[in-house]
Structure formats: C-alpha cells, structure tokens
C-alpha cells in the first residue's frame, strides 16, 4: 500500500519516501504526494529528487498494477531508481492548485445545476461537466453570475466518510450516472460543500470556495437530444497561488 499523504493535506506539496518497487509503467513509493488519475482528475506531474542529486521527471501518475498503489510515471529514457532508494517526491504545485480549484468548481457547478450527470472532466485551468436536461435551457451568463456568487460566498470544504450501508441507502449522493464510487472497503470518502453539496469523491479540493477565483462559463454544447455540456475556465490562472 502507498500511503496518500495528498489524503490527509491537499496542499503538501513534497515528502519523503522510498522507492519499493519498480516495473515497465514507473516508479512505486511507499507513501507520496502525487494524486494517480481518476475520478476525472488528470494524474499530478513533477520530480522525484535523489540524494546523489540527480532529479528524475514525472510525467504522469497513475493507479498501480498492486491494489492499493501509486506508480510514479517517468519520462521516456529516464533511468529508474532502485528499490530501497530514498527521495523527495515534489509535484508541479501550480498545477496541482489549479486542479484542485476547478475540481471543486465542478461540484458548484453541480449544485447550481441540479441534474443528473453523466460524465465530467477536470482540466488545467478549465473543467466541464455534462448533463442530462430535459428542457434544456442553460444561459451562460446566469450560471456564470450564480457561480462566482457562491465562490465569493467562501463556503468551506471538506472531506468525511460515509458508511457503504449509508450511501447504499442515500443513492441521490451519487450524481455521476457514468460512475460509481468504489465500496467494498467499509467506507466512501465524501467531499462537503458547507450547505451546498455532498457527494462522494476521492479528488483534491480547495479547503474554501473562495480559493477558485472568477470564473466563466465558456461554452454550452450540445451532445445529445437531452444532453448539455457545460465548460468551465479560469478567469486568472494563477489566483491564489502562494
């Protein structure tokens, strides 16, 4: 098992670990800081730092072969460390805020738009959501006025835990119709918008709505008869960044 440090600190931005196993997909730690792509949020990018100096690229990061595992993802023709070697794993900070921000701008999205979601994805600096509408009649400047209400508003954000039975019992928690949480563990992780949204998500979020800045609703396209997708940008890319 890698143990998540972005889990318990979203902003941790480097830490120390240990190489503990190495294949042809990448590099294994046994804790890290770099989040592996899901739930519609690209892998984290960065470097890994050796003691003798040497600085090796990651390009991607991705869930492990091994249940429980993070691989590390390096660049083509970078030599990879060998088991037992200890580094300071380091992701792209700016990257990775700008992620978190528009992650948790799609979950505001989601609650001004209270429809059934059927796919998302999260992107560096601009993110989109999609959903099934049965009149559909989105005006960009409405939605765009309600977000940046609600992000000026600084509603706090924060994970919690739900029992498997529970969200089994709740299933409006769950808005992405494409995709299910995992069970089976005990517990899903959920993420809380204070009296705003609850659903479950095992991404990186900012810790107040008002860490995501401005933003603009870009575009509204037209993917089915009933489906609509909403896109998302950025108005300052590098707000709040420290």
């Known amino acids: 098992?890698?143990?998540?440090?972005?889990?318990?600190?979203?902003?941790?931005?480097?830490?120390?670990?240990?190489v503990v196993a190495v294949d042809?997909?990448?590099?294994?730690?046994?804790?890290t800081v770099f989040y592996p792509m899901g739930g519609g949020q690209p892998g984290d990018i960065g470097v890994l730092s050796l003691a003798d100096g040497q600085v090796l690229s990651v390009v991607d990061t991705v869930k492990g072969d091994a249940a429980g595992t993070v691989c590390h993802v390096l660049a083509p023709g970078a030599?990879?460390?060998?088991?037992?070697t200890a580094v300071i794993a380091e992701i792209d900070w700016p990257r990775r805020y700008r992620l978190m921000r528009v992650h948790t701008c799609m979950h505001l999205l989601s609650a001004v738009l209270r429809y059934p979601v059927t796919g998302g994805q999260v992107g560096d600096g601009?993110?989109?959501?999609?959903?099934?509408?049965?009149?559909?009649?989105?005006?960009k400047?409405?939605?765009?006025?309600r977000l940046n209400e609600l992000i000026r508003d600084g509603h706090p954000v924060r994970a919690e835990a739900i029992e498997d039975g529970e969200?089994?019992?709740?299933p409006e928690l769950v808005k992405t119709m494409a995709v299910k949480p995992p069970t089976g563990q005990g517990k899903v992780r959920l993420v809380r918008i204070e009296a705003l949204d609850l659903q479950p998500c095992g991404g990186t979020h900012v810790a107040s709505t008002g860490e995501i800045g401005a933003v603009t609703v870009t575009r509204i396209e037209k993917k089915g008869r009933l489906n609509r997708r909403v896109i998302v940008e950025l108005d300052d890319p590098n707000f709040g960044l420290r």
């Not at 601009?126 to 005006?139: V, Y």
């Not at 400047?141 to 006025?145: C, F, G, S, Y």
């Not at 969200?167 to 709740?170: P, Y």
């Open 126 to 139: 601009r993110g989109r959501l999609d959903f099934d509408i049965p009149a559909p009649t989105l005006d």
């Open 167 to 170: 969200l089994a019992a709740r």
């Open 24 to 31: 042809e997909r990448g590099v294994v730690l046994d804790r």
């Open 1 to 18: 098992m890698t143990e998540l440090v972005f889990r318990a600190d979203p902003y941790a931005r480097s830490c120390a670990a240990t």
């Open 79 to 84: 030599g990879a460390p060998a088991v037992g």
């Open 141 to 145: 400047a409405a939605i765009t006025l």
